[in-house]
């Protein structure tokens, strides 16, 4: 049986490079135990479901926010063998063949407390592990003083807090991209990016905890701030202090490197005793790392895209009223977001469901191409997922249509 790790081949438009840094964090692991990445198999995400060749080993680092055509979380091929390091989902309903399928992998490492509860709320072994991009090797053992600052993706709230100063020395860019945008594959991009701020950033400021997290890593001073808390952050707000909102006016624009390389080692041996299915190590390890995170008071998030999604709806329409609504991809986000509207909003009505990928039926409607939204243009439409946002922009420009929300709207490209 050999080791794998996934690849993102087939992305839309429009997409977040954070995802890569994941990718990133598992070819880390694997030169950790001594792998040649070589002789590592890369799959297609999509084809994890699918996949008829050789029995893989695959950790599994990274969100399932996805459903596959069977409404699922998981449902891999048998011949992929998962190993659940640090997995985070958004629904925190679960399907009867999902808790199965949990179960015979358990127990189940989450990146996140939301994720965790989930897990426990169908009585599935699980433990909090945190993120694998925080498991990345020091490579700075003193401040790069003469260094850059870099602000990436920052919010129009944080730039106003900071010091005028500060802000003429910024760098700005985004870790958010299109494709065409692009002059390599994405994987070496994030990767040429992380190398860049290693060598040359003595501060990045960030929203995204793919950025922020990899740079604490690396022992970059980071401040990570973000307008609202995710419940993504919930779990490695243990090592990495977040900054929220409220909080902005007590940033200190001069942090210090983070010192958890005790944790990191933790973190490292428990994902190489769960590759490897040392039973009784592993589960002392987790122990191990329960302890180190003990003391941290939990701090609950939102979920961002379903929070922004109901202000939205709540500034449009009174709860009695009478509307049509469209889905745009079948997300778990897309689940929430029909759950919100059916608890909330019970005459509202689900016209018309748009999926180039998946042939499915979503509570009665059956999944169309975007044209559908010609044919109910008094609909309010919903755009449920981030690569979805590039394609959705020009048909929406071209066909004249202005009744629509993006529903993660944070992650627009700086420009």
Known sequence: MKFA???????????????DMQLLAIENLYDYMNIDYRDVVRIEFSNLHTWDGEDLIVPISFPLFTFNQEMRVTCFSEKIHPVFLAVSILTDTLDDSDVEYLNRYAPIGCRDNHTFHTMKKYNIDAYLFGCTTLTFPRKREADLEKGKIFCVDSSENVLAKMPPEMKKECIFMSNMCYVEELDKKSEEKEREIYNMLINEAKLVITTRM?????????????????????????????????YTEEQYDSIDWNPKPIEYETIKEKMLNLAVSRIYNRVEEYRRLISDLNECLADRKVREGKVESVYYAEKYLESRFSPDESFDYIIWAVTQTAEMIYQLLKRKWKNARLAAVVDRGKQINFHGRQSELKEAILNNRNATVLVCTVSAIGEAKEYFAENGIDNYFYCFKDDEPLK
């Open 5 to 19: 790790n996934i690849i993102y081949n087939k992305r839309n438009k429009y997409m977040n490079l954070g995802d």
């Open 210 to 242: 793919h950025v922020a997290l990899p740079c604490i890593a690396a022992g970059i001073p980071v401040v990570f701030a973000r307008d609202m808390f995710s419940f993504r952050f919930s779990g490695i707000d243990r090592i990495a202090r977040i």
